[in-house]
């Protein structure tokens, strides 16, 4: 599933277990819509309006910017699926 919005949430676990306060990150809307129009091609996808960031990125972020000004596409791979 990819993130597709202007902005993302997080992160959404608790932010004094995570030392991380809640904040918006900027998003990449546009350049997600054509992740997801190229990868479609060949492989089942989604993508989400909605979608609050968890620790998996916001932790990285902490550390790569801590201004959280780098602009993100989220994408989540779903191991529960079946061939």
């Not at 990819?2 to 998003?27: C, N, R, V, Y």
């Not at 819509?33 to 916001?58: F, K, P």
């Not at 902490?62 to 061939?83: A, E, H, K, M």
Request: glycine fraction near 6%; charge should be negative; hydrophobic fraction near 40%.
């Amino acid at each position: 599933m990819f993130g597709h919005w202007d902005k993302h949430k997080g992160p959404i676990e608790d932010s004094e277990w995570l030392k991380i306060a809640k904040t918006e990150i900027p998003g990449a809307p546009d350049l997600a819509t054509r992740l997801v129009n190229s990868v479609m091609q060949t492989v089942d996808v989604a993508y989400s309006e909605e979608w609050q960031c968890d620790h998996g990125i916001m932790v990285p972020l902490n550390f790569l910017t801590p201004s959280y000004d780098l602009p993100v596409i989220p994408v989540n791979i779903n191991c529960q699926g079946r061939l």
